[in-house]
């Protein structure tokens, strides 16, 4: 592999790509073992340099003008080779970049040429939201451990946008990741001009009298379809920090002490929409006030220690509306911005899930009126991070909840009292990641810990467990430069508590112990702990020409119990799936990529049971316009379900076809859009149809507008009612019954945005939902492992409806009802937040919420019936929040 010696502030030429090539197919084919390819790899090619020049003086004055002597003297970075549209040709677009620093802060001026200076897209948008305007992108390994980096971009418009890769990856990006730092640009008759101040106590890196960074450069311009890097990096090349160049030059800068202290005030007031005059806690109007703060400190130069104490999140969007019939709970995405950032290290395959810090309390006042309570309060939480000069990556999170005690009323005795609902509990979660050999390889692991401070014996302990610990090691393999890995994991959790709480662990929907026909599993209403494993492997080729795979294996035993702070649906799985996928990434007639995939997944309990499979055929192709379609086949065979009767037996799933199309607009057109369809149709009548869109316009340069509408139809032939006692031997004396379910759902996102500078915007959100399903055709299950229903009106059965929209069903001298379980739902979330940045780190927030929800008589909705929304009744919330950002030097 030829490499020409590098020069300061200059270029060299590009590696070559047939060299690279060849010793990728020779590295391919050749049988050697695992561990030597782990070590002898191709390098990758990093030999450009550029020189960051010290400034003497005065700091130049942030305006993105240029025109400080500085700027024209330094050397700059200058040749920039395209991804897009054509791979390894020089831009069409001419950029220069240079690099200054003085001991404060890091500085970069650059000159963004344009054939069309007047066609240069600016869009006005609010810090952080991309948009479709040109980029100028500037990523730093400040550790130059050629894995993670920091990124700063900016827009003609001086809208700011920065993100942290946490691996080597240009698409795994953390935009929780929210330094303080500054940036302007101008446009000209040349194209624009901007100018960034990266202060050094934002970025992480060694204390050394000279440092040397990782550093790439790229220039986007969505207008003509144009990506173009200082350090190429080809679309079928992995990594993104392992291919950086180098930053030179910056001397005798030492990190600072990082101190920043954020304290906040809060208000609030609610307006209930509706008021029980009965109940003594219902109030038309609530008001509060809170004060806290957030503190930043640095840890030496390298790690840095997050603190927050009673903690606001006011400013968060609600979560999507939904009607969950399953018995599995849905996992919303973290929003709170202190949870949300440096959150991959500390994932464990699902083993911490942040939401459960602060969730709604656990436990029941069991009255007939309580004050209401939507979450557990956040005492304090804090948080570790950092990385050390050994590419030791540590992670650490911990947090306490407050006790929660909600007064009752006894509506009999007209008596008030007061329960606990949910215990003190402390929250502990850290992760490390070590990095390996020149390819990346990795070794790491996380560890998590539950304490509640429960009395035994009391209602609270037959609810949750009293602690909870969880673990797992995870290793990664990589060689080749990174286009091949394998890895393997293996995890466990225990809890501890009383026998109550314990045995609605076993009862719970991950396992169903309960289950009369599993011989793997026992129900003990004695046991006072519960653990259980996991375990998997894999091994992936992610890079290449043209063929990818990926291969895995997995399993999770029946006791595994990870959701005292972890996300689990089920567990009691074992699984493998195979992947394999061709691709064309040089572009050619009518395409410029593809690709085809077959993909297969099949998975058993650990009583051997085949639960479910699937066989699919997916192609993604960008066309020569730029469009992109997407398209997606697939077969799920019978199977047999541990679950669909919630703790009964075995029951058989139908075998299912189904299809997928998508087609999305151009990549950073001024209005993009995407259009999907899918359908399915399985076995006993059973069918569902789903079309949603997304569209976003940008009528000025200061206006965002967005609809996202859905519609779903379908018939579920498989959907659990109930279980009701005296049923048929062959069901162990249960009925398990079940029905028909015609579920019709339509729901929209709204978004209408205006953007007055990158520091002041109003943001409006509203999302109308309607949702109806009608239970028909009920049935039971007649045996274990069976794929059919007995269908009440038939074999001796009968089954009549009542007035109320209950049924009566006679099966011999057996009858039972079964209540209406009809529904027809409104519901309309909305809000709009007001933000004003209106010092460097300190934000005002106004945030008016609504929240309304109704039902309607049963009938199939439709996309109109989204407006009826409007007139369900609910709750209003109005906040004002202010916070300062106070450095300490």
Not at 88 to 110: C, H, K, N, Q, S
């Amino acid at each position: 592999m030829p490499i020409t010696a590098a020069r300061a502030g200059g270029v060299k030429e590009q590696c070559s790509s047939g060299a690279v090539r060849r010793i990728r197919t020779a590295l391919a084919h050749a049988i050697v073992p695992l561990v030597l390819a782990a070590v002898v790899v191709p390098r990758p090619c990093d030999a450009q340099t550029v020189e960051a020049t010290r400034i003497a003086g005065a700091a130049p004055r942030l305006d993105g003008r240029l025109t400080e002597t500085l700027w024209a003297t330094a050397k700059p970075l200058d040749t920039f080779l395209q991804r897009d549209p054509d791979e390894g040709a020089p831009a069409r677009e001419r950029t220069e970049v240079r690099f200054a620093y003085d001991e404060d802060a890091l500085w970069i001026g650059a000159r963004m040429f344009s054939t069309d200076p007047g066609a240069v897209r600016a869009l006005v948008t609010r810090h952080d939201r991309e948009g479709s305007s040109e980029q100028l992108i500037v990523s730093l390994d400040t550790h130059h451990d050629r894995r993670t980096a920091y990124t700063f971009a900016v827009t003609p418009a001086s809208v700011r946008i920065d993100y942290y890769h946490p691996s080597d990856d240009e698409d795994s990006e953390d935009d929780g990741f929210d330094p303080v730092w500054q940036a302007q640009a101008r446009r000209d008759s040349l194209g624009w001009t901007a100018e960034m101040r990266i202060p050094f106590s934002q970025l992480r890196f060694a204390a050394a009298d000279v440092q040397v960074w990782g550093v790439n450069v790229v220039r986007s311009v969505p207008a003509k379809n144009e990506r173009s890097y200082w350090m190429l990096v080809r679309r079928d090349e992995p990594g993104w920090a392992s291919r950086m160049g180098t930053l030179v030059g910056i001397r005798d800068v030492r990190p600072s002490r990082r101190i920043e202290i954020f304290p906040y005030v809060a208000v609030d007031a609610r307006r209930t929409g509706e008021i029980d005059r009965a109940d003594p806690f219902s109030e038309e109007q609530e008001t509060h006030a809170r004060v806290g703060a957030d503190l930043k400190v640095g840890l030496g130069p390298s790690f840095t220690v997050d603190v927050t104490l009673n903690p606001d999140f006011g400013q968060v969007e609600a979560d999507p509306a939904e009607v969950n019939l399953t018995a599995f709970e849905t996992f919303f995405e973290e929003r709170r911005p202190f949870f949300a950032e440096g959150a991959e290290l500390l994932e464990g395959r699902g083993l911490f899930y942040s939401r459960r810090i602060g969730a709604p309390p656990p436990g029941d006042a069991n009255a007939d009126y309580a004050e209401r309570l939507e979450h557990t309060s956040i005492l304090g939480a804090a948080k570790l991070t950092g990385r050390t000069p050994g590419k030791l990556a540590v992670s650490a999170l911990a947090a306490v909840t407050q006790r929660e005690r909600v007064r009752t009323f006894d509506a009999a005795t007209r008596t008030f009292g007061n329960t606990v609902v949910a215990p003190l509990t402390g929250y502990a979660v850290v992760g490390a990641q070590q990095q390996l050999g020149a390819s990346g390889s990795t070794l790491g692991g996380v560890l998590t810990t539950v304490a509640r401070d429960i009395d035994a014996g009391s209602p609270l302990a037959d609810v949750v467990p009293h602690n909870a610990v969880s673990g797992i090691v995870e290793g990664r393999l990589r060689w080749a430069g990174g286009a091949y890995d394998a890895s393997a994991h293996f995890g466990f959790t225990h809890v501890r508590g009383d026998s109550g709480a314990i045995l609605g662990l076993q009862r719970s929907s991950r396992r169903y112990w309960q289950r009369p026909d599993a011989s793997h599993v026992r129900l003990d209403p004695r046991r006072r702990s519960l653990g259980g494993t996991m375990f998997g492997i894999n091994h992936s080729k992610v890079a290449g020409e043209h063929w990818l795979w990926d291969i895995d294996y997995w399993q999770e035993s029946p006791g595994l119990e990870p959701n005292d702070i972890g996300a689990f649906g089920s567990v009691d799985d074992r699984g493998f799936a195979l992947d394999l996928v061709y691709r064309e990434t040089k572009p050619q007639g009518w395409y410029r990529s593809y690709s085809v995939a077959i993909e297969s997944t099949t998975e058993w309990n650990f009583d051997g049971v085949h639960r479910a499979s699937e066989v699919a055929l997916e192609f993604n192709t960008t066309l020569a316009n730029y469009l992109q379609f997407s398209s997606a086949f697939w077969h799920n065979p019978r199977g047999q379900s541990d679950d669909l009767t919630r703790g009964g037996p075995l029951m058989g799933t139908a075998r299912s076809w189904g299809a997928a199309v998508e087609l999305e607009g151009r990549d950073g057109a001024r209005t993009e859009w995407s259009v999907e369809a899918d359908g399915e149709r399985e076995e006993f009548d059973g069918w569902s149809a789903e079309l949603q869109g997304d569209f976003f316009f940008h009528p000025g340069t200061q206006w965002e507008i967005g609809i996202s509408p859905s519609w779903e139809l379908g018939e579920d032939p498989r959907q659990y009612v109930m279980t009701v006692a005296g049923g048929r031997p062959e069901t162990f004396g249960s009925r398990y019954v079940f029905a028909h379910v015609d579920r019709s759902e339509v729901a929209a996102r709204f978004r209408v945005n205006y953007t007055f500078t990158p520091n002041l915007t109003l943001e409006t959100y509203a999302e109308p939902f309607a949702s109806s399903g009608r239970y028909h055709r009920f049935g039971e299950l007649p045996a274990p492992r069976s794929h059919e229903l007995l269908e009440y009106g038939t074999a001796g059965t009968a089954i009549v409806r009542n007035g109320d929209g209950s049924h009566t069903v006679t099966a011999g001298a057996e009858s039972f009802e079964i209540d209406n379980e009809d529904f027809n739902v409104r519901s309309l979330r909305s809000n709009v937040v007001l933000r004003w940045e209106w010092h460097p780190g300190s934000t005002l927030f106004l945030v008016w919420q609504q929240d309304q929800e109704g039902d309607r008589p049963f009938g199939r909705v439709r996309p109109s019936d989204l407006w009826d929304a409007l007139d369900t009744s609910g709750d209003s919330f109005f906040a004002v929040k202010i916070s300062y950002w106070l450095p300490v030097r």
